[in-house]
């Protein structure tokens, strides 16, 4: 599998040279956000705004009122969470083009609780006007630009910075409210998002060798969510459906997946792969991803329990694992 | 200006002060409720600002107002801007951005007298299905941006100040404050950017009136010295009497220099109206106890619009 190191830096460089409306804001995590060097290639475009977010919604606002597209960079909790008030009246109700590039989603940040969003789908999916993805690999990261540029509104943009991995083809490009179908296979539909898809997709190809057919989607817009791709996925699994998110399951995927379920009559069972209504603390994302039931084996275990089959995984069948990038199967039937 | 000009528009604004005090008054003596005392403190302030200081185009809206048009949205081609009462958005005019919206009834009434409202306008006052809001949304005639959240206009004018430098243009963006609004932390936020980004292209005028919801402020939550606070944040400020037109005009005339300009008009919340006074310390909403009080306040009013 390919590491990609900072997708985000070169990509946002050369997608915005042509595009002299688009300006960031940045409250002092500047290279915490991969933005420094896009800062000294547009400096007349770059705004420090300082520890001050309340602010910078605010001034985000008049900016897009006016004509420019700011792209807000802080920890993904930095943006909704401490000024939620700034952004539901300031940017959501004026359906204002402000783009929130909200990093170190859910539990990424070593930082502890005070920086971990852990609730922002909750929160921003309840937000009127509001347009919210999710990014799950590098080639998400390079191509979720173009996709929230395109929507007349605000959006808020789950990122990812560092190593990251390139689980899809590099031209499969993200589209909006398009979920990904990295398999086929009627028995049981998974539903990921965020970092979760890289570990389902360590499970499902084990899985899939145990003869259990996956319907595995990866989710990358939580709000809308109307692509029918995931209501064929759910009504097609015959022993039900599972979701994983970076998240809590109280009102991200897991919710967005039961309301569509409840609402359709599908009548079967649903199980949520989160963080189960608690807070997290300061660790390495590994470690809590592993004691958060967040990793692959947390995954076999729920799909052994909705077949009612065992499989005798173990960890080291899980990691001997080889991914390769996929190109989603969605994509090339769609067209 | 000749000394003529000078007079003649500084009796203008009195007369239209005047006439926005009797306006609020009739309503809430109508009504049995309503912001009086905003109207009390800040009527010069309102009409120096759109007969003196806003350098604004006519109005683009009609004139009695439209109702309800749904709310902001990417479905919603039916919305519209209550901005559009303050004329249309040019590189050489002004903005005006109205921070406390409790002030509605207040902007309403200037808007009436200053001749961008039908006076038929203000019977829509609270009604259900109209835009003329009791707490105005961006809806709502002569309002821009929603902040009814109070103390969120700052940081939001300040953001359209910064584009309109980057645009080139030359108007000003004006913003309406009320002293209350600066125990939020928000607006000392906004003045650290405004300061730090020299936004000398907008202008705060406070109503300096000392009260809010629970009474006087200076028992709620004091923001004294505001002038010595705000200058140490690196703002341009001016203290003046909120009811002389000539003082709150000045300060706007003056060349800017760098930092965001405030006017502080210090105004008294009971202004022409002493018999608010028996309300006191609780002046922030009016609704009456009695048949008796309500008829105090119409003899008020036939004292007011004798003179």
């Keep these: 599998m390919e590491i990609v190191m900072r997708p985000h830096v070169r990509n946002f460089i050369e997608w915005a040279k042509d595009k002299p409306e688009v300006v960031v804001l940045s409250a002092d995590l500047t290279n915490s956000c991969e933005i420094g060097e896009w800062r000294d290639t547009y400096p007349d475009r770059f705004f420090s705004m300082g520890l001050a977010e309340q602010n910078m919604l605010g001034f985000a606002a008049g900016l897009a009122r006016e004509g420019f597209f700011p792209f807000l960079h802080t920890f993904a909790v930095f943006l909704y969470r401490r000024p939620y008030d700034q952004l539901a009246m300031s940017i959501a109700y004026p359906n204002l083009p402000v783009r929130l590039m909200g990093f170190l989603p859910g539990i990424l940040t070593p930082g502890g609780v005070t920086h971990q969003a852990i609730d922002d789908v909750a929160i921003l999916r309840a937000t009127p006007n509001m347009t919210v993805l999710d990014c799950g690999d590098a080639t998400d990261v390079e191509s979720v630009l173009d996709v929230a540029q395109a929507v007349n509104g605000p959006v808020y943009v789950r990122m990812l910075r560092g190593e990251v991995p390139r689980l899809f083809d590099r031209a499969d490009r993200m589209r909006l409210n398009r979920a990904r179908v990295l398999s086929r296979g009627t028995d049981v539909a998974i539903l990921s998002s965020s970092v979760c898809t890289e570990e389902a997709m360590r499970a499902t190809a084990v899985l899939r060798a145990r003869g259990v057919g996956i319907q595995h989607l990866h989710v990358s817009t939580l709000k809308p969510f109307s692509d029918p791709a995931v209501m064929e996925a759910i009504q097609a699994a015959r022993y039900g459906v599972i979701t994983m998110e970076n998240h809590s399951i109280v009102g991200g995927l897991g919710s967005a997946v039961a309301e569509l379920m409840a609402e359709a009559g599908a009548g079967k069972k649903l199980v949520r792969i989160g963080l189960r209504d608690v807070y997290a603390h300061g660790a390495s994302r590994h470690y809590l991803m592993k004691e958060y039931g967040l990793d692959a084996i947390s995954l076999v275990g729920a799909v052994e329990g909705l077949v009612g089959q065992r499989f005798g995984l173990t960890e080291d069948d899980l990691a001997a694992v080889r991914l390769q990038a996929v190109h989603s199967e969605a994509k090339a039937e769609a067209l | ?307």
Aim: charged share 20%; net charge negative.
């Design chain 2, 1 to 307: 200006m000749t000394p003529q000009a000078q007079l003649d528009w500084v009796a203008e604004v009195r007369r239209v002060a005047r006439q926005i005090r009797l306006r609020v008054l009739d309503h809430v003596i109508r009504h049995n409720g309503g912001y009086l005392s905003q109207a009390c403190s800040s009527a010069e302030l309102f009409a120096t600002l759109y007969l003196k200081v806003m350098q604004l185009g006519p109005s683009q809206a009609p004139l009695i107002p439209l109702p309800f048009p749904g709310v902001p949205g990417p479905d919603n081609p039916h919305f519209f801007t209550g901005a559009d009462y303050n004329g249309p958005k040019a590189p050489d005019l002004d903005r005006f951005i109205f921070s406390p919206a409790h002030y509605a009834l207040v902007l309403y009434s200037t808007l009436i007298e200053v001749g961008r409202m039908a006076p038929e306008g203000l019977a829509q006052f609270n009604q259900d299905g109209s835009s003329v809001e009791m707490i105005g949304a961006e809806h709502s005639p002569g309002v821009e941006t929603t902040t009814g959240s109070l103390a969120q206009a700052i940081s939001q004018a300040g953001g359209i100040a910064l584009a309109r430098r980057l645009h080139g243009d030359t108007g000003r963006v004006w913003v309406l404050m009320s002293d209350g609004e600066f125990q939020e932390g928000q607006v000392w936020e906004a003045f650290e950017a405004l300061s730090y980004y020299h936004l000398d292209n907008l202008g705060v005028y406070v109503d300096a009136n000392g009260q809010q919801c629970d009474g006087k402020m200076e028992d709620v939550m004091g923001v004294e010295p505001l002038a010595a606070r705000l200058e140490s944040f690196g703002a341009r400020v001016f203290e003046v009497d909120g009811h002389d037109p000539v003082a709150l005009a000045a300060p706007a005339a003056l060349p800017p220099d760098g930092r965001p300009l405030v006017v502080i008009a210090r105004t008294n919340p009971i202004c022409e109206m002493d018999i608010l006074e028996e309300r006191a310390p609780k002046l922030h909403y009016v609704r009456f106890k009695s048949e008796a009080e309500r008829e105090t306040y119409r003899q008020l009013y036939a004292q007011l619009s004798q003179r």
